[in-house]
C-alpha cells in the first residue's frame, strides 16, 4: 500500500508499530484466525505495538476479553455503548459511553459492551496475549 493509498478503516485495521511506524494490514474478516495471522506479521513489535480498529456493534458483546500487557483505548463515535469492566480485585464497574467519550481497559481489566441501538466504536489496543471468555 502506497503511502497516499486511502483505505477504510473499519475493513483493514493498522498496526502502530516499532519505529513510529503505521502498517495497514489485511482485510479484517472477523475471525480469530486473523488476530493469529496479525500476531504472526507484527509479533516482534512486542507490547509496544497497537492495533488500531473501529467495529459497528447491533447486538451485546457475547464475550468477556482482556488485554493484559498494556491499556485499551475504546472512543464512541456514534450511538451509545454501555462497556462492563472487571477488575483484578473482584470490582466492577460500568461506563455510559456516547458520541466522543472515551474510557481506557487497563491491563488485566476484562470488559464487555452492551449497546440499545446501533453504535461504532475506535480501539487502540495492545493486543499481544488478549483472552477471551463466554459471556
Not at 84 to 113: C, I, K, S
Request: with cysteine; charged share 20%; net charge negative.
Amino acid at each position: 500500500m502506497s503511502d497516499a493509498e486511502v483505505f477504510h478503516l473499519p475493513d483493514v485495521p493498522v498496526h502502530l508499530g516499532l519505529g513510529a511506524r503505521a502498517v495497514p494490514q489485511e482485510r479484517f474478516d472477523g475471525s480469530l484466525a486473523w488476530y493469529d495471522r496479525y500476531v504472526e506479521r507484527t509479533g516482534d513489535d512486542g507490547n509496544e505495538g497497537r492495533l488500531v480498529s473501529m467495529a459497528t456493534f447491533d447486538a451485546p458483546w457475547v464475550v468477556w476479553e482482556v488485554h493484559p500487557n498494556g491499556d485499551e483505548l475504546v472512543v464512541c463515535l456514534t450511538g451509545h455503548i454501555t462497556l462492563h469492566q472487571e477488575h483484578p480485585d473482584g470490582t466492577r464497574t460500568t461506563a455510559g459511553l456516547h458520541p466522543g467519550d472515551a474510557v481506557v481497559n487497563a491491563p488485566g481489566v476484562w470488559h464487555t459492551a452492551d449497546v440499545d441501538e446501533r453504535a461504532i466504536a475506535l480501539f487502540v489496543t495492545a493486543g499481544v496475549g488478549t483472552e477471551h471468555k463466554p459471556r
